[in-house]
C-alpha cells in the first residue's frame, strides 16, 4: 500500500509492519511473563533457599525468552524492509561459532550453574567441601559459586569446577560423646547416673532432632571404661550440641561423686 504525497510516496507496510512486529514480540513476552510467574509463585510453603533458587530461575528463563523474542523482531523487520535474513542467519551461525570457541569456560559455567540451580545439588546456608575446602555457601551464580569457611575466608569457585562436592547440610547430623569412667567405680550406679542423665536433658537438648541414647560401653582403654552416648542433631550442629552434653555429663559427675580418670605423673625420690 503506497500513499502518494505531492512527489513523495510512502510504503504504508514498512511503517505498519515493523509497529507490529514489536507490539506481537511485547504481548508474546507479557504473557509468557504472566504464565512463568503464575507457575513460580504457586506454592507457598517452600524454603527461602527453594525460593530464591525459583525466583533465580525466573529471571534466567524470562531474559532467555526477552533475547530470543527480540531477535524474531529484529528478523521480522529486517525481512519486510527486503534485506535477505537467511544470509544473516548464516552470520549469526558462524559468529555463534567463533564466540562459543573463543568462550568455552564461560559457556561451561553457564551450563554447570544452570544445572546446579535446577537440580538443587546446594544451596545458599548449605555447608560443603570442594576440593579441600569446607565452608557455607554464600552465593550462587550462573558463573561462580562462593564459600566462606569459619575463619571468613571466601572462596570463589568457577561452577564447572564445582564437582565431586560433599554436602554436609543435606541430612542430619549425629552428635557423639565418648565418656571415659574409672574401673573404681561402681558400673551399676555409672549407668543408673547416665540413664537419669538422658531423662532430664532429652527434650533440653538444643537442635536435637530425636532422643539422646546411650550406646553402653564402647572401649576397655588403659585407664578407663568409655560410655558412647549419641544424639541426632539438625545439620552441621553436632558439634555445638557435644560441647553442651559434656559440660551437662561433667556437671552431673560431679554431683554424684563419680570421677572422671586423667593422667597423673609419680615422681620417686631416690634417696
Not at 554436609?168 to 552428635?175: I, K, P, V
Request: glycine residues 8%; positive net charge; aromatic residues 8%.
Amino acid at each position: 500500500m503506497i500513499i502518494k504525497i505531492g512527489n513523495l510516496s510512502i510504503d504504508l507496510l514498512k511503517i505498519i509492519l515493523p509497529i507490529l512486529y514489536i507490539v506481537v514480540g511485547i504481548i508474546i513476552f507479557q504473557i509468557i511473563k504472566h504464565v512463568v510467574t503464575r507457575f513460580s509463585s504457586g506454592n507457598k510453603k517452600l524454603k527461602i533457599t527453594q525460593i530464591q533458587r525459583i525466583k533465580t530461575l525466573k529471571i534466567l528463563i524470562l531474559n532467555i525468552i526477552k533475547y530470543i523474542i527480540i531477535i524474531f523482531v529484529i528478523l521480522a523487520i529486517l525481512s519486510s524492509f527486503g534485506i535477505n535474513v537467511k544470509s544473516i542467519m548464516t552470520g549469526l551461525g558462524i559468529g555463534t561459532a567463533l564466540i562459543g570457541l573463543a568462550f568455552q569456560d564461560l559457556a561451561k559455567d553457564l551450563i554447570a550453574g544452570f544445572s546446579i540451580i535446577t537440580e538443587g545439588e546446594y544451596e545458599v546456608g548449605d555447608t560443603i567441601e570442594v576440593g579441600g575446602f569446607m565452608g557455607e555457601v554464600t552465593a550462587i551464580g550462573l558463573r561462580t559459586t562462593r564459600i566462606r569457611n569459619f575463619k571468613g575466608a571466601t572462596k570463589i569457585i568457577a561452577n564447572h569446577y564445582m564437582d565431586n562436592i560433599i554436602n554436609y547440610s543435606a541430612n542430619n547430623s549425629l552428635a557423639v560423646v565418648d565418656v571415659g569412667i574409672a574401673y573404681e567405680n561402681n558400673q551399676d550406679e555409672i549407668e543408673k547416673v547416665i540413664n537419669n542423665l538422658i531423662k532430664r536433658l532429652n527434650g533440653n537438648i538444643p537442635d536435637a532432632t530425636k532422643e539422646m541414647e546411650c550406646w553402653g560401653v564402647n572401649e576397655l582403654s588403659d585407664s578407663s571404661v568409655v560410655y558412647r552416648l549419641v544424639v541426632e542433631t539438625k545439620p552441621m550442629k553436632q558439634f555445638a550440641v557435644e560441647r553442651f552434653l559434656r559440660k551437662e555429663i561433667k556437671k552431673e559427675f560431679d554431683k554424684s561423686g563419680i570421677k572422671i580418670p586423667y593422667t597423673q605423673i609419680e615422681v620417686h625420690n631416690g634417696k
